[in-house]
């Protein structure tokens, strides 16, 4: 089993209403890459998508979209320097520290939002290449996310369309036939993670191309990566421990001032 | 930019004791991928360290197995059925639902534990797989984790050596001049979910060899993946939230008890 993993480089600077289908389409045929062929993954920055899409916005304050884009704060945490550090859910159930607000490669006074629908993109996307290329591919949206416990970002799936999101080995067995305590392997965020170390945040090649797993690309109604969001309410981590803590605190306080002190 | 991975099949059942160095050398040697060469990085699924390394104890109860390698509960969870899921925190500071502990391809009442010191033995294993084949290579190991708010499993790097495990565009700016808010890429992990593609749970393939990367290769004292884990005291989920509820409501019963009620 082997893939491989490269850039496309050569996309133009991606202006609203571009036909990013036929761009990515093209920026292949002019590159270096085999043309493309069944089974291939297109691995798209969801930035170059919201720009396409012109989900671009006035925004002085990149605070105040952030605000603007969040369903609920998860966690805040007020730094020694007086600035409050912030943990939101976006629209899309997606939990991170900008709610998809991206400030960075546009134009000043401006921020970028993510795609409405994600999914949506990437179905339309992926419809377009297979159209334009008679190539069975699959795509993914990918944006850039922290996480909890561990330092740094990684490259998760945000959209989907043609690709398997997860493996899954309920109930299958190992070689001494016990059940599998892993059973559902997030291939979609794993392929998003492998094109970020050829796009990278600075390298300006928004696009990588994953050859190679075939196996994992299917139909354009596969689920899409909507389903990896864990609702909040199955969620052990569903607010901060501060948060949850004052919380706590305010309702076990009024509990103790209702009630008769026990002596 | 290209990068390719695959899976190095033909690695023996591992045994205590084993020089895993040498029979991955020769697993590489034995199939058809070309030798080793300088810039090559190996993902090693931990569990065949652990193995060579004796890590397996008897255990009929994998339960308290877990309890075993906890240092802290971080989150429990009463089930409908009764049963408890628990969140904990391993010796690493490596947050998860089973501390490492692995029942699955280990003998029936024995489980498996993590290496005692991954990093240290990652660094064996490059220092191991230099000397035998003249390549600088990197060595990444490699475990399988659930997240917060997202549903299934990566695979993450709980050892590095030799491999830079971060990018770090801190202070960097985009093409407008902006500081770009994502600072540092946690490159490690993304390898490691990029090798999970081809090494999967069923193959029995727990090597893949990452070949075009060898810019992100350097000296066997570069920081390992200790380094990845963030402490609890900087974390804002370092609790569930339940868990920080109720710890937050007994605190704010008792002080609601001592202070005279407000009218």
Chains 1, 2 share one sequence.
């Not at 571009?18 to 085999?34: F, H, K, N, R, T």
């Not at 401006?110 to 377009?128: K, M």
Request: proline share 5%; with cysteine.
């Amino acid at each position: 089993m082997r893939f491989s993993v490269e850039g496309i480089p050569g996309l133009p600077e991606i202006e609203p209403g571009a036909d990013l289908a036929a761009l990515i389409a093209d920026a292949v045929a002019a590159g270096e890459s085999a043309p493309l062929v069944d089974g291939d993954i297109l691995v798209v920055t969801s930035k170059v998508v919201s720009k396409a899409e012109g989900r671009i916005v006035q925004a002085d304050d990149r605070e105040q979209a952030i605000t603007d884009e969040t369903v609920r704060v998860v966690a805040t945490k007020l730094n020694p320097s007086g600035a409050v550090t912030r943990i939101v859910e976006n629209r899309l159930g997606i939990i991170g520290a900008a709610a998809g607000v991206d400030a960075s490669n546009t134009a000043p006074g401006t921020v970028l939002l993510l795609p409405l629908d994600p999914d949506a993109s990437a179905r339309g996307l992926a419809a377009g290449l297979r159209e334009l290329t008679g190539a069975r591919v699959g795509v993914l949206l990918s944006d850039t996310l922290g996480r909890a416990w561990r330092q740094g970002q990684t490259d998760i799936a945000i959209g989907a369309a043609g690709v398997q999101v997860f493996d899954d080995f309920a109930g299958r067995t190992d070689a001494s036939g016990r059940e599998l305590a892993v059973t559902k392997p997030c291939l979609a965020d794993e392929l998003t993670a492998a094109a970020e170390l050829v796009k990278g945040k600075t390298s300006g090649i928004p696009v990588a191309l994953v050859r190679g797993l075939g196996h994992l690309v299917g139909d354009l109604d596969l689920p899409g990566a909507a389903t990896i969001v864990r609702p909040a309410e199955d969620d052990l981590f569903r607010l901060g421990a501060d948060d949850a803590y004052d919380e706590g605190y305010r309702a076990g306080f009024d509990e103790g001032q209702r009630e008769e002190p026990q002596s």
